[in-house]
Structure formats: C-alpha cells, structure tokens
C-alpha cells in the first residue's frame, strides 16, 4: 500500500502537480504525508543525477534504491525485491562523470540538475554553485511575517504559542517569526484572524527594501497572491496606497481574500491593463504618480528550490533564453507608474546574472535609469548583509543567509539629461 501510494504520488508530480497535490492524488494525509513528501523531495533532488547514470528507471520505488545505491545508504525501499541496476556500475558511472575537468559537468552531476541550469548558476556563482544546490535542495523551514499593522512580533509569539506553536525570532527582517520543528503548520486561530502570512526571510526584505511611503502611492505590478503586497500594506498600517496588478484572475482572487483578513484596507487589486489600451478610471489617477514600483518579475525560481523542488525539472534552455526578455519587457511597462523621482525595485527569487544583472543593465542603457548602490537604500540593520555597499546589487542565498535566494536592485531615473540609446 506505502509503495502504491508513492508510485501514485510520482506519477502526479510528473504531470505537473506539487508535493501537496501529488499527496492528495495517492490518498495520503497525516503522518503519512511528511513521509511521502520527504521521498517525492529525494526523487526530485535526485532526478537528474539519476538519469545520467541509470535513465529509464520507471518506478518510483527503483529511483529511490538507486540513489540509495549511488549514496551507499542502506536501501530505504525495494523490500527485497531484486532492483533493474547493478550498484556497482552505477556508482562506477557517477564516479567517470565526476573525475571530468569541465567544473560544469561535474556541477550538473553532483547538484543534479541540468547542464542547461548548471552552466547559469557556475557563470553567476562560480565555485559556490555546488554550495548553493546543496542548500537549496535541503527542505526549507517555515517562517511567518507577522501583520505589524495589527500586532507584534513579540505579541504574536504568545499568541501562538498558546495555540501550540512554538516559534524564534527572525534575524534579519523584523516582521519574521520562524516556525520551531518540522511538519506542516496547524491551523491557528491566529492565522484564521490575519495576523499572520507564510512568507520567507528574504520575501520580506524585498517589502522591506521598498520602503513604501505614506503620501505617494505604490505599485506592485507583479503582485500574484499577494504576499509582498500585504507585507507592503501592513508597514504602511492605515496609511497610504498600494495597488497590486497582476494578469493571473485566479490569484487575485486569492490575494483579495488573504487581504481581507489582513484588513488590509488601504490595498487596491486589480488586474493588468493590456498593452495599448485606456487605463480604468481607477488606474488613471496612478500613472507616472508612484513614488515605488516594485516589479517582483516572473522568473526560473531557482532560489526556491527548497520549497519547490518540482520547479528544477521544468527549468530548461529554452526557458532560460526567453525569461530575460519577458522581464525586460515587464520592468519597461512598469516605468508607466513611476513618478520622475520614484524608484523601481527589481527583485527576483533567482541568483542567476541573465535574469538580475542583465536585465537591469539593458534598462538603464535603454530607458535612461540608473542603479543605486546599496548604501542609497538598504537600510542601516541591513548592512551586515552587503560588506560592500558601493555594490548595486543585494544577492541572498540560502548557503550564505539561510533564506530563499533573492536578488534586488533599486533603480531611478538619470537626472544628468542622458537620452536613452534604445533602438
């Protein structure tokens, strides 16, 4: 039954589902779900690796015995049952593949992933690549930002811990708890009531960097659920305006519920004009108006792979050519918000330089922007994460910070009279 329920759960995730989804479809919840979803996280984290030494393996069950093999970890599944490999010549493979000089190969092969995103991330990271994926492919804890327009951290801690969650402070945003142990987080009256979301460490410093202020609007062009955006509306308090587009209904129907139990009364949701066409009465007041844009653009999502371990395998060349293109085009749309000394924040859960650096570059030489350096906008409890705040650029990343990976820039419009050279 346990190996049927895998199975089951393998070939969901191999049509798309997430490890929630792929639970449901194999019928498994309660204790069984963290262990199932622990073997789904191997498979994925395994999947690559896998099938360069041994391909067509079909089973779920075989995967798992053969990166047992390759791992000379005791088997954790097969049962007994005599396994479509020899454990020997697997490891024998792996081990050829390893001893290469190209630093690419052997990356793809021991952090498992394509050579595609495996040549993205050595270009970007270097020799911290290897360290990046093993960190990455670790699970992710949870940590909740608390609604600080309506409670504390310090409140909200007593709070859960009477409805029996124990949680720690944050060390870098200050709106963030973490979530002490493993496992799923219950139900919470405190939840039910608003006064907190799920959202990462270094989700949060992206609101934070933006710094939203009470008597200018901001924009928040890529809001999808929503949850910068409510982290935007809550440290703003009663004050201000933000005005969350996206093109996705769906999720704005969902951040319209998630700020409604925020009380999140000073947000405005609505969904992306098309290109081209008249701005809704209700749009028409903001444009060129915001004082902060904050395009959180849609990227490759390598930065959250200890949340979505399913993302690596739909990451291919392809989308890593197109991705930078499409961003570029977002950010230069989201200019049509900015005010003549408004900032644009462009933040990605990505560390890869094709979809942050370059983008940014392009923008400044062609729509006449510049990036500033940290020290013009992180602010001072920051500055422990960039030693150097001459840099344009703040790259968290979970071996280094122990958060999600995120990139952030903070550009404005050159004020020297410099004509833009786009063609």
């Known amino acids: 039954m346990i190996d049927d329920a895998l199975e089951s759960a393998w070939r969901a995730v191999q049509d798309g589902a997430t490890l929630s989804e792929a639970c449901v479809a194999a019928g498994v ?14 498979l994925l984290a395994g999947e690559a690796r896998l099938e360069r030494v041994q391909p067509g393996l079909a089973s779920a069950s075989a995967r798992l015995a053969a990166l047992d ?34 630093p690419v190969l052997r990356l793809a092969q021991r952090g498992s992933v394509s050579d595609a995103v495996a040549a993205a991330l050595h270009r970007t990271l270097g020799d911290e690549a290897q360290a990046f994926l093993d960190a990455s492919w670790r699970r992710a804890g949870l940590c909740l930002r608390v609604n600080v327009a309506r409670t504390t951290r310090e409140e909200l801690a007593e ?19 973490h979530v002490v142990g493993d496992g799923p987080l219950p139900r919470t009256r405190a939840q039910e009531e608003g006064l907190f979301e799920v959202q990462d460490e270094a989700s949060q410093l992206v609101a934070f960097v933006v710094d939203p ?29 933000v005005v969350a587009l996206d093109v996705n209904r769906p999720r704005l129907r969902e951040l319209r519920a998630r700020a409604a139990r925020a009380q999140a009364f ?12 008249e701005l809704p009465a209700p749009l028409r007041p903001l444009a060129g108006h915001a004082a902060r844009v904050l395009v959180d653009a849609p990227c490759s999502g390598l930065g959250v792979l200890g949340r979505k371990p399913d993302l690596a395998r739909r990451v291919d060349l392809g989308v890593l050519r197109r991705l930078p293109e499409q961003q570029l085009e977002i950010a230069r749309g989201a200019l049509a918000w900015l005010r003549p000394d408004g900032r644009l924040i462009y933040a990605t ?14 923008l400044c030489a062609e729509e006449g922007l510049e990036a500033l350096p940290m ?10 994460l960039a030693p150097d705040r001459s840099s344009t650029v703040l790259r968290l990343l979970p071996h280094v910070h122990g958060t999600d990976a995120f990139t952030i820039h903070v550009l404005r419009r050159r004020s020297d009279g410099t004509e833009t050279r786009r063609g």
Request: net charge positive; charged share 30%; with cysteine.
């Open 375 to 384: 020290s013009a906008w992180l602010p001072a409890e920051l500055f422990a």
């Open 213 to 241: 202020l009470a008597k200018a609007p901001t924009v928040d062009v890529c809001a999808g659920a929503g949850g910068k955006t409510l982290a935007l509306c809550a440290r703003l308090g009663k004050k201000g305006r």
């Open 266 to 277: 000073n947000l405005l949701v609505h969904e992306t004009p098309r290109a081209g066409s």
């Open 29 to 42: 919840e309660g204790s069984g779900r963290e262990r199932l979803i622990g073997e789904l996280r191997r």
């Open 349 to 362: 859960c990505t560390p890869l330089r094709e979809e942050n650096e370059a983008v940014v570059e392009r």
């Open 69 to 102: 093999a390759l791992d000379e970890r005791a088997p954790q599944s097969g049962g007994g049952r005599r396994l479509p490999f020899d454990a020997a010549a697997l490891r024998a493979r792996e081990a050829e593949l390893l001893s290469r000089a190209d």
């Open 159 to 177: 709070r859960l811990k009477s409805e029996g969650v124990a949680t720690r402070p944050g060390t870098m945003s200050p709106w963030a708890l």
